[in-house]
């Protein structure tokens, strides 16, 4: 599993650091003739007048916007579902269910109808607002909440006159936040990686996320006249998933920590 895991990443360091004519004539699991990495990550930076700085700010922008609106809002659903008695509840957990059964591609087609009517087409809340919507960590955050926020706190908060905002936010949230930081990490990789929605949404180049800038510049060879780029869009690769580790493995304690509270009666 670490092999199948880790030979990808392995393939794509070494091949940021070859040259286009070493990227295609060396083998692939070991360094070329020179070691070209900077030049390369210089490259990236450089070609096309900078885009991709500007990608990064987009898709850095589309995930603190759309993942982080998403993990509050799946927050506050979901506590709300689990700690308050309302008509309606069963449906409404009937249609979440539903949600996490759509593929999210079978629903693109009609999302891009819906905002093409909006006028949102080709704007970067095209790209954040569906973001905004995980039936999943809504889900989660629904099952966490019912355990990890016993009842008799809310009750003795309520009963020293405590609004349920300042609940939530002062007692419930603290004891939520395992759950939100895996809400978080799987919206962030979900926005981080989103790749359908901004393919047909977007067409202005400087609204692009990483994912979908990186496949034009791999598509220019395939046109008359293209660039042929494959060692910068191979370093842009290795350089989108840094961020992500780094995200990952800052946040692991704070996810570890606490999942297991409660398990053991003291």
Do not use: H
Not at 137 to 158: C, F, H, K, N
């Amino acid at each position: 599993m670490v092999i199948y895991t880790l030979l990808p990443l392995v393939w794509l360091f070494f091949s940021s650091t070859k040259s286009q004519e070493d990227l295609l004539g060396t083998f692939g699991l070991w360094f070329g003739g020179e070691f070209a990495l900077f030049e390369n990550i210089a490259d990236t930076f450089a070609y096309q007048d900078g885009v991709f700085g500007r990608w990064i700010l987009n898709t850095l922008f589309y995930v603190v916007v759309g993942a982080g609106g998403a993990t509050i809002l799946a927050a506050l659903a979901g506590y709300g579902l689990a700690k308050f008695d309302f008509a309606g509840r069963k449906a409404v957990f009937a249609v979440v269910l539903g949600g996490i059964a759509v593929p999210p591609t079978a629903l693109a087609v009609p999302t891009f109808l819906l905002f093409a009517k909006m006028g949102l087409t080709d704007t970067p809340w095209a790209v954040i607002l569906p973001s905004l919507l995980s039936p999943f960590g809504l889900y989660l955050m629904w099952t966490y909440s019912t355990e990890a926020v016993p009842t008799e706190i809310l009750e003795s908060a309520r009963v020293d006159g405590a609004g349920e905002f300042r609940t939530f936010f002062k007692l419930a949230l603290p004891l939520l936040a395992p759950g939100l930081v895996t809400v978080l990490l799987f919206n962030l990789v979900a926005t981080w990686n989103n790749f359908f929605i901004p393919l047909i949404m977007l067409k202005d180049a400087d609204l692009y996320p990483l994912t979908l800038g990186l496949y034009t510049w791999s598509r220019q060879a395939n046109t008359v006249g293209g660039d042929v780029v494959f060692d910068l869009v191979l370093t842009g690769s290795l350089l989108t998933i840094i961020p992500l580790t780094v995200a990952f493995l800052f946040l692991q304690r704070y996810w570890q920590q606490g999942l297991a509270a409660g398990s053991v009666k003291q």
